[in-house]
């Protein structure tokens, strides 16, 4: 079994299943992509990938700016200290209420993907007495190629089709409240290759070129999106990008000569890259047996806790690696067993992380940790699936503990119809 070393002290007392956050990592992490990306530009962190307290309170003291798409992620946001004025606000369907909250918490800039969106947005402005910017954001006629989740050139609820706002400009125009300041195009997630990130940057330039001079807006601000990659539960480091920051300006250059004075604005969006090497799960062998001649390992965490959208035959299995909790073995090769089906505590056959997987000999009761699931992790889980606790999650700075919490999901009276 290969092994990951975690020194923290004080991690024994850590009660497993338990997601461990290291901030000197998210630091790094950051350092790097700011270092990958064309200056000036923005850069916002998306609370999607992992809303821990002290993970966004990290990246806003690094710079970023907050991309939130819910409630939940812009009060997390507020209350790690951004200012509004720092929050974009996305989402390809928001509720009346959560844009009027918002608002009236002074977001001033939203992402749109519709014209009834313009007008939504239009209306909780207007009820403030107050006027938003919004960004457009766009689907564009084809597909951005090396995705891992392609979101763009395929028929979605993101964003507003490019032949759509090109056909009918007058539609996504300003409104009373609202001036469009600018596109958004996001267009996929994890994108591992330099080149794929440059010919996706490359299409999102042209397509905001071609819509800018055909619609007449003035603009303002530039979201490129991101989908930088990163390792999801597999050993492995980020992968680097050495030459695009070069390559983006330069192609910047071409499009919007007026861009290193900010005309426009440039803006990144990054959650996956920001987090997911920060992150390992924790998790303990409850049972070891061999069923119809394979072997099965039960785990304290499973698709409740990681992967869970794979476990709903939404995404490919994740296949986790499985390391040993511990400094690495003398090069000593540990036994293996191959065909394992890697199952989780819950009571449906779905609950496998891996059937037939080649894992290390374990023990029950032996600590074994899944690495890199800062990002998807937790928040992207079935958390409340079979009423289990939740993991722990365990803020680490320079090998040292310095947050130990859990988020305690309790029923919620929404209406007052409780009958006397
Ligand atoms: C609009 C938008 N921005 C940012 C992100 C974050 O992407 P990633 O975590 O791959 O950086 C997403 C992910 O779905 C997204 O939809």
Same mark, same amino acid.
């Given at each position: 079994?290969?092994?990951?070393?975690?020194?923290?002290?004080?991690?024994?007392?850590? %009660?497993? =299943?338990? #997601?461990?956050?290291?901030?000197?990592?998210?630091?790094?992490?950051? +350092?790097?992509?700011?270092? *990958?990306?064309?200056? =000036?530009?923005?850069?916002? #962190?998306?609370?999607?990938?992992?809303?821990?307290?002290?993970?966004?309170?990290?990246?806003?003291?690094?710079?970023?700016?907050?991309?939130?798409?819910?409630?939940?992620?812009?009060?997390?946001?507020? %209350?790690?200290?951004?200012?509004?004025?720092?929050?974009?606000?996305?989402?390809?369907?928001?509720?009346?209420?959560?844009?009027?909250?918002?608002?009236?918490?002074?977001?001033?800039?939203?992402?749109?993907?519709?014209?009834?969106?313009?007008?939504?947005?239009?209306?909780?402005?207007?009820?403030?007495?107050?006027?938003?910017?919004?960004?457009?954001?766009?689907?564009?006629?084809?597909?951005?190629?090396?995705?891992?989740?392609?979101?763009?050139?395929?028929?979605?609820?993101?964003? +507003?089709? +490019? %032949?759509?706002? &090109?056909?009918? =400009?007058?539609?996504?125009?300003?409104?009373?409240?609202?001036?469009?300041?600018?596109?958004?195009?996001?267009?996929?997630?994890?994108?591992?290759?330099?080149?794929?990130?440059?010919?996706?940057?490359?299409?999102?330039?042209?397509?905001?070129?071609?819509?800018?001079?055909?619609? @007449?807006?003035?603009?303002?601000?530039?979201?490129?999106?991101?989908?930088?990659?990163?390792?999801?539960?597999?050993?492995?480091?980020?992968?680097?990008?050495?030459?695009?920051?070069?390559?983006?300006?330069?192609?910047?250059? %071409?499009?919007?000569?007026?861009?290193?004075?900010?005309?426009?604005?440039?803006?990144?969006?990054?959650?996956? #890259?920001?987090?997911?090497?920060?992150?390992?799960?924790?998790?303990?062998?409850?049972?070891?047996?061999?069923?119809?001649?394979?072997?099965?390992?039960?785990?304290?965490?499973?698709?409740?806790?990681? $992967?869970?959208?794979?476990?709903?035959?939404?995404?490919?299995?994740?296949?986790?690696?499985?390391?040993?909790?511990?400094?690495?073995?003398? $090069?000593?090769?540990?036994?293996?067993?191959?065909? +394992?089906?890697?199952?989780?505590?819950?009571?449906? =056959?779905?609950?496998?992380?891996?059937?037939?997987?080649?894992?290390?000999?374990?023990?029950? @009761?032996?600590?074994?940790?899944?690495?890199?699931?800062?990002? #998807?992790?937790?928040?992207?889980?079935?958390? *409340?699936?079979?009423?289990?606790?939740?993991?722990?999650?365990?803020?680490?700075?320079?090998?040292?503990?310095?947050?130990?919490?859990?988020?305690? &999901?309790?029923?919620?009276?929404?209406?007052?119809?409780?009958?006397?």
């Amino acid at each position: 079994m290969s092994s990951h070393p975690i020194a923290v002290a004080g991690l024994d007392e850590i %009660e497993s =299943p338990a #997601y461990l956050y290291d901030l000197a990592e998210i630091r790094l992490s950051h +350092a790097e992509l700011r270092a *990958a990306l064309p200056q =000036p530009s923005e850069l916002y #962190y998306s609370l999607k990938a992992n809303p821990h307290p002290a993970v966004v309170a990290e990246l806003r003291a690094a710079g970023c700016l907050a991309e939130v798409s819910s409630p939940g992620e812009l009060r997390t946001a507020l %209350e790690a200290g951004f200012a509004p004025a720092q929050v974009l606000y996305t989402g390809p369907g928001k509720r009346d209420r959560d844009v009027q909250d918002a608002v009236r918490s002074g977001i001033a800039l939203f992402s749109v993907d519709s014209p009834h969106a313009l007008d939504q947005l239009d209306a909780a402005a207007r009820e403030q007495c107050t006027e938003v910017r919004s960004l457009l954001r766009i689907n564009d006629s084809s597909p951005a190629q090396g995705h891992g989740l392609t979101m763009t050139g395929v028929a979605s609820q993101f964003g +507003a089709d +490019a %032949e759509w706002v &090109l056909a009918q =400009p007058d539609r996504f125009g300003p409104r009373d409240a609202v001036a469009p300041a600018g596109f958004h195009l996001y267009m996929g997630s994890n994108i591992a290759g330099e080149d794929a990130l440059v010919a996706q940057f490359t299409q999102a330039a042209a397509s905001a070129r071609r819509l800018t001079d055909a619609v @007449g807006i003035e603009l303002s601000v530039l979201d490129l999106g991101g989908g930088f990659g990163a390792p999801f539960a597999r050993a492995g480091a980020r992968p680097s990008f050495p030459g695009l920051a070069r390559r983006v300006s330069e192609l910047l250059d %071409e499009t919007f000569p007026a861009w290193r004075e900010g005309r426009p604005t440039i803006a990144f969006e990054s959650g996956r #890259y920001l987090t997911a090497t920060c992150g390992t799960l924790l998790t303990r062998v409850l049972d070891v047996k061999r069923s119809h001649g394979r072997p099965v390992v039960v785990l304290d965490s499973g698709i409740n806790h990681l $992967g869970g959208m794979s476990g709903l035959r939404r995404l490919p299995p994740i296949v986790p690696d499985l390391l040993q909790v511990g400094e690495v073995m003398n $090069g000593a090769v540990a036994e293996t067993v191959s065909g +394992a089906i890697v199952a989780g505590p819950l009571c449906t =056959p779905t609950d496998s992380w891996a059937r037939s997987a080649t894992v290390a000999a374990m023990t029950p @009761g032996q600590l074994v940790c899944v690495p890199n699931v800062g990002a #998807y992790g937790l928040s992207a889980s079935l958390v *409340a699936f079979l009423g289990h606790p939740l993991p722990t999650e365990v803020a680490i700075d320079r090998g040292r503990i310095i947050d130990v919490s859990r988020l305690q &999901l309790r029923r919620q009276r929404v209406t007052d119809a409780t009958r006397s």
